[in-house]
């Protein structure tokens, strides 16, 4: 079982920048692909970010790619979306997501959201 508690988000003008953190509670935080998604009202929840295990590899929506950067602290069971030239359009809540597959079983748990709301 693995608790995930987001934190960072707030009110910030167009062309800020914010900083998500997601902490991790449980066990093998380090087994996990980390992933942060966001949900606007009226749409569909989609990926922002992803991060493999190690840290390895990430990749990004196209809509955040140069602007959005996911990192990780394995010793610290923690990890970040760094956001900087947020648009208005990027208003949404932030959810944190970790995923395993393990022995042909998918482990897969969300953190309550954070709200990231930018003003044009």
């Known amino acids: 079982q693995v608790q995930l508690v987001e934190s960072g988000g707030g009110l910030v003008q167009a062309g800020g920048s914010l900083r998500l953190s997601c902490a991790a509670s449980g066990r093998s935080f380090s087994r996990y692909v980390m992933g942060w998604f966001r949900q606007a009202p009226g749409k569909e929840r989609e990926l922002v970010a992803a991060i493999t295990s190690a840290g390895g590899s990430t990749n990004y929506a196209d809509s955040v790619k140069g602007r959005f950067t996911i990192s990780r602290d394995n010793a610290k069971n923690t990890v970040y979306l760094q956001m900087n030239s947020l648009k208005p359009e990027d208003t949404a809540a932030y959810l944190c997501?970790?995923?395993?597959?393990?022995?042909?079983?998918?482990?897969?748990?969300w953190g309550q959201g954070t709200q990231v709301t930018v003003s044009s």
């Open positions: 997501n970790a995923d395993k597959r393990e022995y042909a079983v998918r482990y897969i748990y």
